[in-house]
């Protein structure tokens, strides 16, 4: 079974660039069968999606957020990563890393989610 | 974009009674529906996918059905654990969406 686990800073500066690793254990990144991805969820409300990537090929990306996201893989460290440039307060979330089998293409599971606040 | 609207928003239920949730699409997503558990301080869970399938592990009190734009989630005998949050997402197109949930409290 794959597990997920989140990282990165805490507190980011507003006007600066978010970024977040996931580490992915009990499965490959370059594998076929799985496409990654990023949900956030801001404090005390839902969930939003940032965007998929698979292992080649161009992530799909939030159109909300297009402009400022980049998701990529890190195939020697078996990881993936999140960035998101000029962030605000509300970009302040849990942000959860998830995979999709392919076969199934649904969120499960999920990382326990880090909570990033945006803050000077 | 596809908007999922979710009701109610609050379900005030004691255990042992029948939960009924709704989840209702802008547009059709056919039968790419699914619903999530989220407890406090914990990810959401993968409840049923594709409208209505459970995920692995999910107990039978859960079912899931409709399809088009009009979706259902049944908890037919709440257990102490079942209260929490619920979310339905479709994957009909890009971009994915999430439902705003609906919180399932103990009256």
């Known amino acids: 079974q794959v597990q997920l686990q989140e990282s990165g800073p805490g507190l980011v500066k507003p006007s600066e660039t978010l970024s977040l690793t996931c580490t992915v254990s009990g499965g490959s990144i370059s594998s076929d069968n799985y496409y990654w991805s990023w949900i956030r969820q801001p404090p005390g409300k839902g969930l939003e999606w940032i965007g998929d990537i698979y292992y080649i090929g161009s992530p799909n990306y939030n159109p909300s957020l297009k402009s400022r996201v980049t998701i990529s893989v890190d195939m020697s460290n078996n990881q993936f990563s999140l960035k998101l440039s000029s962030v605000t307060a509300a970009d302040t979330a849990v942000y959860y890393c998830?995979?999709?089998?392919?076969?199934?293409?649904?969120?499960?599971?999920w990382g326990q989610g880090t909570l990033v606040t945006v803050s000077s | 974009e596809i908007v999922l609207t979710q009701s109610p928003a609050t379900l005030s239920l004691s255990p042992g009674e029948r939960a009924t949730l709704s989840c209702r699409a802008s547009q059709s997503v056919n039968s790419y529906l699914a619903w999530y558990q989220q407890k406090p301080g914990q990810a959401p869970r993968l409840l049923i996918y594709?409208?209505?399938n459970r995920a692995t592990g999910i107990p039978a009190r859960f079912s899931g059905s409709g399809s088009g734009t009009d979706f259902t989630l049944t908890i037919t005998s709440l257990e102490p654990e079942d209260f929490a949050v619920y979310y339905c997402q479709h994957r009909r197109k890009w971009p994915l969406t999430f439902g705003g949930g609906t919180k399932v409290e103990i009256k």
């Open positions: 594709d409208a209505s």
């Open positions: 998830a995979t999709k089998l392919i076969t199934l293409n649904w969120f499960d599971p």
